[in-house]
């Protein structure tokens, strides 16, 4: 009976077209174990329980993202200038992407910056986990398709969203390979 609702349900959605506004994540609940009898493309499965359902409200709200601490002036890695602007672009798609738990090119942008080197970032990041995001020379925003992020990055926290959607992106600094000790270590811009 209930997965007969929900196809129902599932068609009658389908046959109102572009009538329904739909989510930018839309969220399929099949329960007690039930397999629909075909694939939905870009469905995730995965089970609700308890906190789950919590979690599953909190996606389903649209994000309102809140940008701090991003500097007006840029900042200058090695030779390279990069104006506010550059640095917000490139701030604002890592904040994105990790909002939505999305990485993109070979080196899987953005991810977790560590901070083996003890740069001295940005006192309102401290303790929290630092997110690294190409910054690239040509002053584009970084699309993961580029034979090579370049030796730049911006580093940003980006908060979990809460259940009216905030995502708070908190721009922490700038960093590059270019003067670092070690080959994939990094040294702050100024």
């Known amino acids: 009976m209930k997965f007969t609702s929900t196809l129902i349900t599932l068609a009658l959605g389908i046959s109102l077209g572009n009538a329904v506004?739909?989510?930018t994540e839309?969220?399929?609940?099949?329960?007690?174990?039930e397999a629909l009898p075909f694939e939905l493309e870009g469905?995730?499965?995965?089970?609700?329980?308890?906190?789950?359902?919590?979690?599953?409200?909190t996606r389903a709200v649209r994000p309102i993202?809140?940008?701090?601490?991003?500097?007006?002036?840029?900042?200058k890695c090695a030779k390279r200038q990069y104006s506010g602007g550059n640095v917000k672009d490139a701030g604002t798609d890592a904040g994105k992407l990790a909002d939505r738990g999305k990485q993109i090119g070979t080196g899987k942008y953005p991810h977790q910056y560590n901070n083996r080197e003890n740069i001295k970032f940005s006192a309102k990041c401290k303790g929290k986990t630092l997110q690294?995001?190409?910054?690239?020379?040509?002053?584009?925003?970084?699309?993961g398709t580029e034979?090579?992020?370049g030796p730049d990055r911006v580093v940003v926290t980006v908060s979990?969203?809460?259940?009216?959607?905030?995502?708070?992106?908190?721009y922490c600094g700038l960093m590059t390979h270019e003067g670092a000790k070690n080959k994939n270590g990094f040294v702050a811009c100024t």
Do not use: M
């Open 147 to 149: 034979a090579t992020p």
């Open 43 to 57: 469905v995730e499965a995965f089970d609700v329980e308890g906190d789950e359902e919590d979690e599953l409200a």
């Open 26 to 33: 839309d969220v399929l609940v099949v329960r007690d174990d």
């Open 132 to 143: 690294e995001f190409p910054i690239l020379e040509s002053h584009k925003v970084y699309i």
């Open 160 to 170: 979990k969203r809460d259940k009216k959607g905030n995502v708070d992106v908190t």
């Open 65 to 75: 993202y809140h940008f701090n601490n991003f500097p007006s002036k840029g900042g």
């Open 21 to 23: 506004a739909l989510p």
